[in-house]
C-alpha cells in the first residue's frame, strides 16, 4: 500500500533534509499546487551550489520529466519499509548571491584572467547582485567562477534524505525484490 504525502509535507522534509546537510543556511522553502501537480521552490542567499542543493532536496521529486516524449511520469520511493509518493513533482533550486560574494567571484576571476574580464560589472538589485557586461565571454567566465564558488566542500549527511531509497518511476522497479530483501 502506498503512502501519498502532500506537497506540504514533502516541503517540511526537503526543509528538514537541508538544514541537516547545510547548517548555518536559511533556506526559503515554499509549495506551489496548480492543476494537473505541484512543485516546490528553494531559495538561498551563497553559502552551498544549486547543485549541491539539488542533489539533497531533489530526493524528494514525486515526478520527472521527458522532454523527448513530453511526458510526466511519477517517481516512487520508500521510507522505513513503507512504499511512499512524494507530493510534489518538481523541486526547483535557486541560489542568489549577495554582493560581498559577487564581489570575491569578480576578484577571483580577475585572478586567474586578468584584464580578460576586467569590464564584467557586479550590479545589486533587489537584494540580489548579479554580473553585466557585453562581452559574452568575460561574463561567462566569471559566472562560472561564481557558480562554483561555496562555503561547503560537500553536503553533510541528512537523516531524512538517507531514509529515502529511489525505487523507479512508473512502476518499473523490482518491488516485490525489494521487499523481500527488507
Do not use: Q
Amino acid at each position: 500500500m502506498t503512502t501519498y504525502l502532500s506537497t506540504a509535507e514533502t516541503a517540511k522534509m526537503v526543509r528538514t533534509a537541508l538544514k541537516e546537510s547545510f547548517p548555518g543556511i536559511k533556506f526559503s522553502v515554499k509549495s506551489s499546487t496548480y492543476a494537473g501537480g505541484s512543485s516546490i521552490s528553494v531559495r538561498w542567499t551563497d553559502g552551498p551550489t544549486d547543485a549541491m542543493v539539488s542533489s539533497v532536496a531533489g530526493t524528494f521529486s514525486g515526478a520527472y520529466f521527458d522532454s523527448s516524449t513530453d511526458y510526466k511520469g511519477s517517481t516512487r520511493a520508500m521510507i522505513d519499509g513503507k512504499e511512499i509518493h512524494f507530493g510534489a513533482d518538481f523541486i526547483n533550486t535557486r541560489r542568489e548571491t549577495s554582493l560581498a560574494f559577487m564581489l570575491s567571484a569578480k576578484a577571483a576571476a580577475v585572478r586567474k584572467y586578468g584584464a580578460l574580464v576586467a569590464g564584467v560589472e557586479v550590479k545589486e538589485s533587489f537584494g540580489s547582485a548579479h554580473l553585466d557586461s557585453t562581452d559574452y565571454d568575460a561574463f561567462r567566465l566569471v559566472s562560472e567562477i561564481a557558480c562554483k564558488r561555496t562555503t561547503y566542500l560537500a553536503p553533510r549527511h541528512s537523516k531524512t534524505a538517507g531514509k529515502v531509497i529511489y525505487l523507479g518511476n512508473d512502476g518499473y522497479s523490482d518491488i516485490g525484490a525489494l521487499r523481500a530483501e527488507a
